[in-house]
């Protein structure tokens, strides 16, 4: 598998309900982020967790990471057609003298029905 | 609040042409990166930029390609000769510093190559 994979690749729920996606990764990384993408359009940040974090919240977003089992996965709560959209997780394993590069994964595609 | 801004949104080019993509990153951020995304495949890291220099590239970002940061606001990305399967969306990056900072993205110029 490849660095930063998602799944399920797709999701179908209704309004109100919770919507968890998971991403695998497979070298050390510094840290994590999470980026949702309407379709065709930009990717836009939803949020970021190191390596040394476990858990992080954002309003209706909640980010574990494990770094015993490399994964992560992202939690929306009380979920609104409004979040339809593609969501990527995307790892940032850059060094001190190159940067950070993200690798990102295949995306999971979330529809939320009204 | 700031955003990268990217110019043009689309651009239609015959193959074998130049074109330049252009990035304006949040003005307080130093480094800048490059990725793209092939219509229905992940997004690809291309090439991170920090002080006037390359600072890692990917194996996509051949001798074809070209970054540069001509002024104190602008970012570009030139395709000397582009070939078909340079169709893709090109987004533009920035981070403030470098390794755990949120990247920020563009809103993607869509680049259609006939």
């Known amino acids: 598998s490849q660095q930063g994979e998602e799944d399920p690749q797709a999701l179908s729920i209704q309004e109100g309900e919770n919507a968890t996606m998971n991403c695998s990764y497979k070298?050390?990384?510094?840290?994590l982020q999470w980026y949702r993408q309407n379709s065709g359009r930009g990717l836009v940040h939803l949020i970021l967790?190191?390596?040394?974090?476990r858990e992080k919240h954002s309003g209706r977003l909640r980010v574990t990471l494990d770094t015993s089992k490399k994964s992560s996965s992202l939690l929306i709560t009380a979920s609104r057609a409004a979040d339809t959209a593609s969501y990527f997780c995307?790892?940032?394993?850059?060094?001190?003298?190159?940067?950070?590069?993200?690798?990102f994964g295949e995306g999971t595609q979330l529809t939320v029905n009204p | 609040e700031p955003e990268v801004t990217q110019t043009p949104s689309h651009q239609v080019t015959q193959m074998g042409q130049e074109v330049i993509l252009r990035c304006v990153p949040i003005?307080?951020?130093?480094?800048f990166y490059w990725y793209r995304q092939i219509l229905g495949q992940k997004v690809e890291f291309l090439v991170s930029?920090?002080?006037?220099?390359?600072?890692?590239k990917s194996e996509i970002f051949d001798d074809q390609f070209s970054v540069e940061r001509p002024d104190g606001s602008n970012f570009t990305l030139k395709i000397r000769s582009t070939k078909l399967e340079d169709s893709a969306m090109y987004f533009c990056?920035?981070?403030?510093?470098?390794?755990?900072?949120?990247?920020?993205f563009g809103p993607g110029t869509r680049l259609l190559v006939l």
């Open positions: 990056a920035s981070t403030r510093r470098n390794l755990q900072e949120t990247q920020y």
């Open positions: 070298t050390s990384i510094n840290n």
């Open positions: 967790i190191r390596s040394n974090e």
């Open positions: 995307a790892t940032d394993a850059g060094r001190e003298t190159s940067g950070s590069r993200l690798t």
């Open positions: 003005s307080n951020h130093l480094y």
């Open positions: 930029f920090y002080n006037n220099e390359i600072s890692e």
